[in-house]
């Protein structure tokens, strides 16, 4: 069954420095997603993506984070400066264009900022 | 801006036994979709409900959308281990992309 796939699974740095979470959508997919959930709290919506653009962004997704589809196949997140707050776990998730908001999620990078 | 609450916050419930979720919405809901996250890991789709009164099943899992769409119930039958996680439920409301999400409701199944 295809997945979504997310590398790394773990990811330690030092704040100020820059990270980018990888994901491999689901190949046939046309929306595409990050989500962060920090520790005990709820999955919150960062941002989706569609035909090579950004259509939605929550207020979290700042001026400090990018996204970028390079290749066709991959979906990166990019933080350029890294904050403490930033710690959580990221989800990658992607749609087919059709069957309204069924999402299908990656196993998540966990993001550690010291 | 939506927001979704779930209740219980946890439940722990001897395996065989039947238990309920619920999660309530502060707006109308459009599409409302459940997923089950395992401790670490991602979300994983169970069902989406987009009609009023509409109820799905699968396999020991069932969830209905009531009639004035603003609250959903997930029912688990005859529950196994293999049921133990984190539910969610999501919403998605007219003219956005994103799915908003429930504050999660914990289940444990003791043997």
């Known amino acids: 069954e295809p997945e979504v796939t997310q590398t790394p699974s773990h990811q330690v740095t030092q704040m100020g420095q820059e990270v980018i979470l990888r994901c491999v959508p689901i190949?046939?997919?046309?929306?595409f997603y990050w989500y962060r959930q920090i520790l005990g709290q709820k999955v919150e919506f960062l941002v989706s993506?569609?035909?090579?653009?950004?259509?939605?962004k929550s207020e979290i997704f700042d001026d400090q984070f990018s996204v970028e589809r390079p290749d066709g196949s991959n979906f990166t997140l990019k933080i350029r400066s890294t904050k403490l707050e930033d710690s959580a776990m990221y989800f990658c998730?992607?749609?087919?264009?059709?069957?309204?908001?069924?999402?299908?999620f990656g196993s998540g990078t966990q993001l550690s900022v010291l | 801006s939506q927001e979704l609450e779930q209740s219980p916050q946890s439940l722990i419930v001897q395996e065989g036994k039947n238990l309920t979720i619920n999660c309530t919405s502060s707006?109308?809901?459009?599409?409302l979709y459940w997923y089950k996250q395992k401790y670490g890991e991602g979300l994983i789709f169970l069902m989406m409900?987009?009609?009023?009164?509409e109820e799905k099943s699968h396999e020991k899992i069932t969830a209905k959308l009531d009639e004035k769409k603003q609250q959903s119930s997930l029912h688990i039958t005859a529950s196994q281990p293999s049921h133990a996680g984190i539910y969610l439920c999501?919403?998605?409301?007219?003219?956005?992309?994103?799915?908003?999400f429930g504050t999660g409701t914990r289940l444990t199944i003791i043997p």
């Open positions: 998730a992607s749609r087919a264009g059709t069957g309204g908001r069924k999402l299908f």
């Open positions: 190949s046939n997919h046309l929306y």
């Open positions: 993506f569609y035909n090579n653009e950004i259509s939605e």
């Open positions: 707006k109308t809901l459009y599409g």
């Open positions: 409900l987009q009609k009023g009164g």
């Open positions: 999501g919403a998605d409301s007219r003219g956005n992309e994103k799915l908003t």
